[in-house]
Structure formats: C-alpha cells, structure tokens
C-alpha cells in the first residue's frame, strides 16, 4: 500500500508540475516573445533566479502594458473621429452660406445689381472663411507633425507689435476696443518673427474679440525678466471660468459664452499660438477673472549682443 501511495503521490506532483511548468512557459514565451526551455525554466525556478512571486509581478507587468496600449488606441480613435467631425461642422456653416448666396443669384436676384453686388460679398466672405479655417488647419498639422523648422532671427518685438496693433485698427474701432501699448525703446528677441506675428495676431484677435460691448481695452505689456522678455495682453473682456481654463489652448476648444454669443471662431487660435511658443522652447500662461478680464502672457529670449 504504501509503495502505490507513494507511486500515486509521485505521479500526482509528476502531472501538476508538468502542466505547471507548461503554463507558466507559454505565459513567459508570450512576454518575452522567446522560447524559454522546461530545464531552463525549471532550473531558472529553483535555483530561485526567479521565484513565483516574480513571474506573477512581470504578467502583471505585461499586462498593464497591454492595457495601455489598448486605451491608447482606443483614446486616439476617439480623437480621430471628433477632429473629423469637428472639421466638417466648422466647415459646414460658410459652405451653405456660399450655397446660400449663389442660389439666390440664380434664382432671380441677379436682375437687381445692386442685390447681385452684395450677395457675391456674402459670398465672398464665406469663401474667405473657408479659406481661413483650411490655413490653420494646416498650420496645426504641420505643427503637431513637427513639420515646421523655425526661421530664427533677431529682431525688434515692440515694432512688430506695433505692426499687429495698426492692423486691427479698423477692427477695434468696429468693436469700440481701445488698442493700448506704449514702448519706445526696441526690445530685441530672437524668435521667428513670421510665427510671432501669428502668435500676436491671434492674442490680440481674441482679446478685441471677447471683449464686452463697452469700456473695450486691450494693453499690452512686456517685462524685462533676466535672459527673457514676458509679453503681457490683458483685456477688460468676458473672462473665462475656472472649469475651461486649462482647456482654452485645446483644439477646437471653445468656452460655451463663446459659442452662444456667436463670435464666430473655429477654436484652433490658442492651440496653434500655444504650439509655436512651446516651439522655440518657451512657455505661454493665461489667468482670468470671469467678468473683468483675462490676461495672456508669453515669455521670448532676449537677443544679446
Ligand atoms: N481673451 C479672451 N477672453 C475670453 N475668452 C477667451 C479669450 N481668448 C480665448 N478665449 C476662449 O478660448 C476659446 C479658444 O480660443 P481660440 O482662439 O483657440 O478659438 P476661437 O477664438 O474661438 O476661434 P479661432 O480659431 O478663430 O481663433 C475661445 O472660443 C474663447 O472661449
Ligand atoms: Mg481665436
């Protein structure tokens, strides 16, 4: 009796070790991609290189690099189909303005010249619209492949600031927005100018923009700040809340007050502005009292001699 016990016992723990090893070396040849022996794994078990506890601590690893990935993928198909959409709803609105437009034309306001005249600059608008939305889609595509090699020069940022305030005079006064700055001295960064015009362009845009209907007030500022030069627009605007301030410089991100007063705007301005600072290895920040007033600020490096 007791040479069959023993024999049972023998081919019990023969049986559970064989269909152990042979699990835990399919389990290890998926991680590893690699073929691990019996012997070896047996050996590698008991000469306690590895122990249970190890194995057990790498499938976990394995697997929550598995899981990983897959929210990754998931996540980037999720961004995939909005930016789809988001693109074709921003599209949508001057398309029909445009069809808009020509219909009528055809359908008999030609005969009024002077009908005719103001609907082709409808029309023409919408296609300027268009226009502007493909640009920045294409520069935050460029962008964000990191296609864009930055022209750096020296040059003088009070003057091009000056440059970009002559250039929404028009549009501030439309908006009865006093456009501030004062600096007499040439304050020299080394920066691509093209793309900090860009940058200028679309802070000051805003700031005009969300603006309220009086007492309008843009003021920019820049800062001596040791080996940088900070470059401050405040305006005296609708502010933005707490909740969407670290989602401004989001694509397509745009504040519920904005979308229901119908300013108008793709929400692509901040994200390309904040893409072209983080570019030349700066840094952009924003703070806002709702109601009172938001404040963008962006540093530069200083140009030395
Ligand atoms: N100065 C500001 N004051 C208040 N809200 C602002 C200001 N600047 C930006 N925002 C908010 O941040 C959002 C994103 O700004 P962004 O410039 O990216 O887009 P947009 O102005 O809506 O459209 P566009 O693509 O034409 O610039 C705006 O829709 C608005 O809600
Ligand atoms: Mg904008």
Redesign the pocket.
Known sequence: AIVFILSNYFYVKYTIDREFYDKVRTIYKNIYNYKVSKIDLKHRIKSSKIGLDEINQEVSNWMDENDKQISNMIALEKYRKEYIGNVAHELKTPIFNIQGYVSTLLDGAMEDPHLTKKYLIRAEAGIDRLIAIVQ?LDTITQLELDEVQLQITHFNIAQLIDEVIDSFELKALDRKVALVFHNLDPVMVEADKGRIRQVLV?LI???I??SKDENGEVRIKIFDMDDQYLVEIS?K????EEK?IER?FERF???D??RSRE?G???????IVKHIIEAHNQTINVR?TIGQG?V?GFTLKKHVE
């Open positions: 920045d679309n845009e805003n700031a923009k969300y305006d605007g609708i502010g933005i969407d401004v991100y745009r504040t007050k904005a300013y705007g793709t929400g692509l301005g901040l994200a806002s938001t963008f």
